[in-house]
């Protein structure tokens, strides 16, 4: 096991590698130039040119990629070309409210689909099911933003019960400014992610649900309850946690809306703006950032796995 | 019992949780708070450095100038107490108010002016120009500074004073010696708020606090003159990359003033009691076609001219601004209603014509070349001008290809100079507010293509009548020479102006103390 995860941390290295030279080198073939961004709209072209010098874009792409590669392997990920600030301060600023959002996102969409998706399947063909059906149908169909706009109108501005925007971390302004600005951003990011895991979940307990085995705990006199819990829940659950660890990853494409919707300062927000202004540094930053997190999450699910089912074995 | 308990435990952890993360109640008695949607994100914190307009207002915030515009349009002392001139005009000595002081409890010396000057004059266009004329420039005693010009510049206190960028913020000498192609990294001013950088996290927040030690002028405010009074002890801006979000926040209350809500939900904002919706900038931004003299077809200033013929204001304006509260036409290349605002040429702009400009177009032996205009989807503004534009050229009789793309494209490949085939291109558009294209020494009006603007228009004697009005020393000398650019503007088909528009700002009705000008400032206002 401990050799398994080794090797699987070991080959984050070459996986990280390549993607470090697919962004450098995609980011430098799009069009666009932080030079006349910084310059403004008044500048000339001649003061974009010695911007441009004086920020080494001048410079050929490979000795680019090879400066920025020595500092990268020194830990450095480089400063961000308009703040002037460290690349790892910006994302270390910006790291708490996108990993608060996501993880409240997640731990409610299975607290909620979860049960959802087993009662669904439990009571298949019910009017039960098909109101989760109906529900899983929605959630993936509306999108975050629209969501969102209809959550603000009526919590924020019609009850005024919760705020509109912004993010008030729980470390710094307690446990109640956090789940009030928190739940909106988390309520609407959710949507799509219950939908997700109540489908899975529901394809896949009937799918247990018509095993062998549990005709016999059935037959043993177990009570449905416990027949559904011990029995075909746990053996349901290896392909419910890989859409979760799948939804996760795309949490992260979510979160960029999200944080726009709900102005909360975390690193969707500092994706679409460093690529709007083509702030090179930050978007390699975090895309290496985000490439490490979706190996670590895959390597986390796959251990997973060898909890919930003890057939599986590395 | 159990109930009472169980009440008892989620108060214990309702109390213990800030507790234990570390969280502390802050009292914020008696402290006044401005919280501001700016109109852009503050990324970078020079305003020398970059002329972006939002990094000018945070310049405002934490600098102060040695003279400033007023609501006349006429530079003003600021920093300076008293000035004197020289009888042949070249010799100019400025005397410092008493009391200056940077933030970090320093006094302002005519050191820190000197050094200020010389690198905005190294990037400013206007600075360059009036530097092209000093022959020194010294700080002779703590509180005078001395300049000694060459040759006479008319436009010495509208250069020093000028309101837009770049704005020749006065920063400690240190941080003056910068390079100017280099950004600054200390933010010390002298300006009536100061920059809390520990606070700053970029795409999101900024905050101000009020200088305490700031001494302001004793008139009364106009425009960028008179006393800057800060009557809020924190200013925070809190950009909004999302217009409706920024919208709800303000009818929710969670923020006090929007600087440019979108013109399309100003109907919205103005519906609700609490709001006042109003244009705080006298002289708006003005619509902006640039073409690109270089290539064909437009290296032909007959085919420009045709197709500036075929522009009608009200048009693109109806198109990107909608309410006509909001707009006007304005046919001179000035903003309407400032001093030098004349009719001199604009027939042509005033045109409007289809018709006249197919037949105009016919004339030129125009040959079909393809017309690329690039359209910035990201911008609804310019990219509903960069519609309009491709419809009405078609109509005229232009081969026109339409290329969407945001805006940081737009802004690398105009500064190309190759064929279209290879990454050039032959129309864009744009906006400049009024304050930046207020008199001829506009960039926008350069007549140079070596030290001009993108689209690179080449006309000697508009150059030669630029030239004179740096020169005039009387009014009706700057009006003249003014008029004379203005046609030779028109007359070359420098560029389509496509109408004057005014975004209006957007506040609650506990904010008081707005000041009407081109530019955004908050001092003087108050919340109650």
New interface residues.
Partial sequence: MLAYVLKRVLMTVPVMIVVALFVFLLLRLA?????????????????????R??LGLSDPIIVQFFNWTWSLMQGDLGT?I????PVTE?IL??IEPTMLLALTTILFSIAIAVPLGTIAAFRSGSWIDRVVMLFSVGGFSVPVFVLG?IL??LF??TL?VL????YRS???????PFLSHITLPSVTLSVIFIALIARMTRASVIEVLEEDYIRTARAKGQSEFKVLMRHALRNAAVPIVTVVGIGIALLIGGVVVTE????I?GLG??V??AV???DYPIIQGLILFFSFIYILLNLLIDLTYTFLDPRIRY | MTHLRFGRAVLAVALAFPIAFGGTVKATFAETVLRVIPHADLKNLDPIWTTAYISRNHGYMIYDTLFAMDENFKPQPQMVDTWTTSDDGLVWTFVLRDGLKFHDGAPVTGEDVVASLQRWGKRDGMGQQLFSNVASLEAPDDKTVVMTLSSPFGLVLESIGKISSNVPFIMPKRVAETDPFEQITDYTGSGPFVFEEDEWVPGNTVVYTKFDDYVPRDEPVSAAAGGKLAKVDKVIWQYFPDNTTAMNALMAGEIDFFEQPAPDLAPILASNPDITVEVNDPLGSIGFARFNHLLPPFDDADVRRAAIMAMKQEDYLAAAIGDPQFWKTCYSVYPCGTPLANDVGSDIMATGDVGAAKAALGETGYDGTEVVIMQPTDIPVLSAFSLVTAEKLREAGFNVKLEAMDWATLTSRRALRDPVGEGGWNMFHTWWIGADVIDPMAIAFSGNPDAGWFGWAEDAELEGARAAFAQASTEAEKKELAAKVQERLWAIGASGELGQFFVPVAYRNNVEGLIKSPVQFFWNISVE
Avoid: C, M
């Fill in positions: 069009p666009g130039d932080p030079a006349a961004v910084i310059a403004g709209d008044y500048a000339t072209a001649e003061d974009v040119a010695r911007i010098e004086q961000s308009f703040s002037n600030k910006l600023q910006r706009y603000i109108y924020s501005l005024k705020p509109v925007q912004g729980p470390f710094e302004h307690g446990l109640g726009s919707v709900y102005n300062p927000r500092l679409l703006d709007l202004a083509r």
